[in-house]
């Protein structure tokens, strides 16, 4: 499996799921684990109907990353980014631009005598050319957010062994730094549909103890409210259309929550499985995420009508693309 350098092992989930915890199953699972459609249950319109979908071979094959998308039935499937002989490269937290034209994602490339670092790349959806980092330096970047008119990309970079919150344009100019906190790690950005707020992820004791809480701040930076903070693990945030809901991740569950804060309710049950970071599709009326060991998985906002996407490589990230 390729490591990462300089990375807490943490982070280096983040590199293949996009979140920091894992959730579990839905009462629409079969006995052999395949998850059924309800009788009656809606079929998500044409428009929302295709995934980019960031994966590998096999669960244990992480150094061989692709990037690629399909339809909900498993069909039309297209690659994007694929292995490169002797370049061992692992690829995760796939975000997809409000255009539907380009896809930003994160990418650790190992090198001849070690271990990779994540950094954030953009390729066009139609592979009309390669990928291309987004911005410059060593310091590992993760977990891009597009805002919604898809002029900038925020994003998590490591400052002096801490996760600060930055954006920046799409070709990696105005970077402007939205967190300083030198002893808190923040990860996980998601920026509100009217553009003005950002969610976020803050870790007082750092990725490798205790949880998180759930923030925002504006896009620009400041006025911070904390929204969800006790016991509990936050993460990976994730705005409805509409802009009265989050999706995320509660202590291994998938939850949604009023956006104005309350208590999230639990769309999954808690276990041993792992599932990345909730997407909404753009009608606001699914959520897509990935469940190890690699399935792509659906359901309805309100956690009814689970439904698997056919996959015969091992998923772990996903994003809708929206319709045009």
């Known amino acids: 499996m390729l490591r990462w350098a300089g990375v807490p092992a943490v982070v280096f989930v983040l590199a293949f799921a996009g979140s920091l915890t894992w959730l579990m199953v839905d009462q629409d699972d079969d006995p052999g684990g395949a998850p059924t459609r309800a009788r009656g249950a809606p079929v998500p319109a044409d428009g929302t109907g295709r995934l980019v979908v960031t994966h590998t071979p096999a669960v244990d094959d992480a150094d061989n990353g692709f990037v690629g998308s399909l339809r909900l039935d498993g069909s039309g499937r297209r690659n994007l980014v694929e292995p490169r002989a002797g370049e061992p490269a692992s690829n995760g937290s796939p975000a997809v631009s409000p255009s539907a034209r380009s896809v930003a994602f994160q990418r650790a490339i190992a090198g001849p005598n070690g271990p990779g670092v994540p950094f954030i ?115 990976g945030a994730s705005w409805s259309p509409d802009g009265r809901r989050i999706a995320l991740l509660k202590d291994s569950m998938v939850a949604v929550m009023d956006a104005d804060g309350g208590a999230p309710r639990p769309l999954t049950r808690a276990g041993d499985f792992k599932e990345s970071r909730p997407h909404w599709s753009a009608d606001g009326r699914r959520l897509a995420f990935t469940r190890d060991p690699g399935k792509i998985l659906t359901m309805d906002s309100d956690g009814t009508h689970l439904r698997r996407t056919p996959f015969d490589a091992s998923a772990n990230g996903v994003d809708w693309v929206p319709a045009r």
């Open 121 to 235: 790349y953009l390729m066009p959806l139609d592979g009309s050319r390669a990928e291309a980092r987004l911005t410059g330096g060593a310091a590992p970047e993760i977990d891009p957010a597009w805002s919604p008119d898809g002029e900038r990309i925020a994003f998590a970079r490591q400052v002096h062994g801490r996760f600060e919150l930055f954006s920046c344009r799409l070709d990696g100019s105005g970077l402007a730094r939205l967190t300083n906190t030198p002893k808190v790690d923040e990860v996980s950005p998601a920026w509100s549909p009217d553009g003005a707020r950002i969610a976020f992820s803050r870790y007082e004791s750092g990725l490798e103890h205790g949880s998180g809480d759930l923030w925002t701040a504006d896009a620009e930076g400041g006025r911070e409210r904390m929204l969800l903070g006790d016991v509990h693990d936050y993460a």
